[in-house]
């Protein structure tokens, strides 16, 4: 049996570039997916950042749709529009991002396998023992690395078993594709504790006469993502008659360790997902490239216990904790406002004061500035009643127990 230095299971962006950066290096690299196509089957709204695009070259192709203007729609209807200096963040076809991100990997030299369910795994002092099942023939794998990576975005089968971690919480998030009659003008953001608790739903144009719609919420979402397409469906002209909606659960913040022994987690498998928006292509890819730079060293030198991988876990929560636990907690607190707050909070908005305050501070990937600053503007907390102590938030990671 062959031993390759690194298995990950798991195709997304998160498994897929941290595959691509090991063999680079000249790694064996075995990858895992148990769909029959990498990036199939998979719901996100497939937003992603000017960022990262400039940081990993990612296929300008893969673009539909840019995002510089948006509209944000309150309560009663009350809408404030934002237009930005230049492109925030673009709109791409996730699949298309996955089977791009895949070529990438096997040309660089990565074994990747599809159709491979992975039902078992067996670490001890030597090697980790993976293994499957192969979904068209039914035939059992049993394949050999030196360390495991688990890239399986929300699937924690495995966590408590390898004595990892798991989110604090989830929110839940529905999301379809609609044609429309009209080009619809750009990407809208809904908030309403009535309409999205806890959240809030939106509509992103990907073509002249298609958008892609979707909510999130605390609890159920099948009932409010129904309400949501009855309550706004007429002003995207929607034409569709019957619709394929797609449900998933968001991990929210993190409880415990990302690492044990030959074992690490990456992407939304280790709660590498932005809490105030639910996206993780992002901070996954980047969660990825810290995972890297610390197995690096960690297989030349063939220290691959926890204490050795631990550095991986530090660096990475150093560089986006604050930004995790800060926006769980600032998410919790706005989940909190009943939508008579939401309503004073949109006509405050309204004044230019406050958009000044977005075109100085807004990142799509990196949010904890901006709400910080919002909250610290004395007319926003006598505004919403905000305690003092979360104007100025102490923010301490919540992996370290």
Same mark, same amino acid.
């Given at each position: 049996m062959k031993?390759?230095?690194v298995i990950i299971v798991g195709g997304g962006p998160a498994?897929?570039?941290l595959g691509i950066l090991l063999a680079k290096e000249g790694y064996s690299v075995l990858l895992l997916d148990n769909r029959d196509i990498i990036g199939s089957q998979k719901i996100c709204t497939g937003i992603v950042g000017e960022e990262a695009f400039l940081k990993w070259n990612l296929p300008r192709e893969l673009v539909l749709s840019s995002i510089q203007n948006m509209k944000f729609v309150g309560p009663k209807n009350i809408e404030i529009n934002y237009h930005h200096y230049e492109p925030l963040a673009h709109v791409v076809n996730r699949h298309e991002l996955d089977l791009a991100l895949a070529k990438r990997a096997i040309d660089n030299g990565v074994s990747v396998r599809s159709n491979s369910k992975v039902e078992h795994i067996h670490v001890d002092s030597n090697n980790v023992l993976v293994v499957g099942r192969n979904n *068209?023939?039914?035939i059992t794998f049993y394949e050999k690395g030196r360390i495991l990576v688990l890239a399986t975005g929300v699937n924690y089968k495995f966590h408590k078993k390898l004595q *990892?971690?798991?989110p604090e919480s989830f929110l839940n998030a529905a999301q379809t594709h609609i044609y429309v009659s009209n080009p619809m003008e750009c990407t809208t953001c809904y908030v309403s504790r009535k309409l999205a608790p806890g959240a809030f739903a939106w509509a992103v144009p990907i073509s002249q006469n298609q958008i892609r719609v979707g909510l999130m919420a605390e609890g159920a979402v099948h009932s409010l993502f129904n309400v949501f397409l009855e309550n706004y469906g007429h002003t995207w002209k929607k034409i569709d008659s019957s619709l394929t909606i797609g449900y998933k659960p968001i991990a929210q913040g993190w409880k415990g360790s990302i690492v044990s022994d030959r074992v690490i987690a990456v992407g939304e498998a280790a709660g590498q997902v932005k809490t105030t928006t639910g996206g993780g292509i992002y901070y996954g890819m980047l969660g990825s490239e810290i995972a890297a730079e610390i197995l690096f060293d960690c297989l030349r030198k063939n220290t691959l216990k926890k204490k050795d991988l631990y550095a991986y876990e530090k660096k990475i929560w150093n560089k986006?904790?604050?930004?995790i636990r800060g926006g769980y907690i600032l998410r919790k607190f706005f989940s909190e406002l009943d939508d008579c707050q939401i309503e004073k909070l949109f006509k405050f908005a309204q004044r230019d004061g406050l958009l000044k305050?977005?075109?100085?501070?807004?990142?799509?990937?990196?949010h904890l500035s901006l709400l910080l600053s919002v909250l610290s503007l004395p007319s926003i907390h006598n505004l919403l009643g905000i305690r003092k102590d979360l104007i100025h938030l102490n923010i301490k990671p919540s992996w370290k127990n």
């Open positions: 031993m390759f230095d498994g897929l570039h *068209l023939d039914k *990892l971690g798991c986006i904790g604050s930004e305050i977005l075109q100085n501070y807004i990142h799509f990937d990196w």
